[in-house]
């Protein structure tokens, strides 16, 4: 598989990183229709789909560098956003393991893994990372097995261990979150971590995601969208650092709300490992400025009717209560009452 990269970009200070053509084109645009509500929405995550996003196992994109460099600046400044309980070191090399083989297949050019028995060699080219280790061995590893790899992988990642006919999220990977805090979450079970969620319990859906979930079988990863709104191309939009981001949400005004404000997309999958049981759930962000969204017409026009039209009870808890008018009024002076195509936006092919 293809994979062009860009030099290291910031997610913080001065915000540098931009999406390229290809970068919009490829975005996972989530809206099939013109308006929203809570779904399960989950398919089997197998190649192909609307956008190349899909293609493989683990997606990634041009942003690679950046997003790693800036995963390394959250964890140096609290380690506590990778936590793993010591019960699940089977998962930690199940991870491991999948990860490094999925990224080897897909993108052969830019990491290598050979075996010999249990000793491994990964080589990752952009990163500059050759190592040789003992599988199942983690004193031959720089760091625990979940965060060496997870290190090197753009998106967030849990681990959910099942048991008692529930899921508990008791390990992860968390640097790039969307207002939600691993260090809390940990030890919470399934409908515990998303009592949050407005509307979508009264409906059930939790409730079929779970059992859904409980019956996921190795071998057959399953994958959903969800989306948010972010004042700049930030990753790290964590409670623990809200002092930080929160005042450039109260900064959004109509004169910026293009440049600086996001659609966020989270493409989820979950995968059954093979050891452990367990489940590894991983969150691939994607950010997209408002600006660059408009460039595709069917995509401002669908997202200024669903804005417009969303329930406000999951307007509050998306996040865009002080600034909602300002995203309808820029996005509907790209709306020309033309009708959007049916299906999934991102099926455009040109700028």
């Not at 959903?224 to 964590?238: G, I, K």
Request: aromatic content about 12%; overall charge negative.
């Amino acid at each position: 598989m293809n994979l062009i990269l860009k030099p290291a970009e910031t997610y913080r200070g001065d915000y540098s990183v931009r999406n390229s053509d290809a970068a919009i084109l490829r975005f996972p645009f989530p809206f099939p229709e013109d308006s929203y509500m809570y779904s399960v929405n989950i398919e089997p995550h197998v190649p192909g789909g609307p956008s190349v996003a899909y293609d493989a196992a683990f997606d990634l994109d041009e942003h690679y560098i950046g997003e790693c460099a800036d995963r390394a600046i959250t964890l140096a400044d609290d380690p506590m956003r990778c936590i793993v309980m010591p019960h699940l070191i089977d998962a930690e090399w199940d991870t491991l393991e999948l990860l490094m083989e999925s990224l080897a297949k897909d993108y052969p050019e830019q990491f290598v893994l050979t075996k010999d028995g249990a000793v491994w060699h990964w080589v990752n080219h952009p990163l500059g990372i050759d190592q040789k280790f003992t599988f199942g061995d983690a004193t031959t590893l720089p760091y625990p097995p979940f965060e060496f790899i997870t290190r090197q992988v753009q998106g967030d990642f849990t681990l959910q261990d099942q048991r008692d006919n529930n899921l508990f999220v008791e390990g992860g990977m968390v640097t790039a979150q969307a207002d939600w805090s691993l260090n809390f979450d940990a030890g919470m079970s399934f409908m515990e971590w998303h009592a949050p969620v407005p509307l979508a319990h009264q409906s059930g859906v939790f409730e079929r995601a779970l059992a859904y979930l409980l019956r996921l079988q190795y071998g057959k990863p399953v994958r959903r969208l969800n989306w948010t709104l972010t004042a700049n191309p930030r990753l790290d939009t964590s409670p623990e650092n809200y002092p930080i981001w929160g005042p450039e949400k109260a900064a959004i005004t109509p004169e910026n709300v293009g440049e600086r404000l996001c659609l966020r997309v989270e493409l989820q999958t979950l995968t059954r490992l093979p050891r452990s049981n367990a489940i590894l759930f991983g969150i691939r962000g994607y950010l997209i400025r408002l600006e660059e969204l408009t460039r595709v017409k069917k995509w401002s026009r669908r997202m200024h009717r669903l804005i417009r039209d969303l329930h406000p009870d999951i307007a509050t808890y998306k996040g865009m209560s002080g600034y909602r008018q300002t995203i309808i009024d820029y996005l509907g002076s790209f709306d020309d009452g033309a009708p959007t195509s049916s299906g999934t936006a991102s099926e455009q092919t040109s700028l």
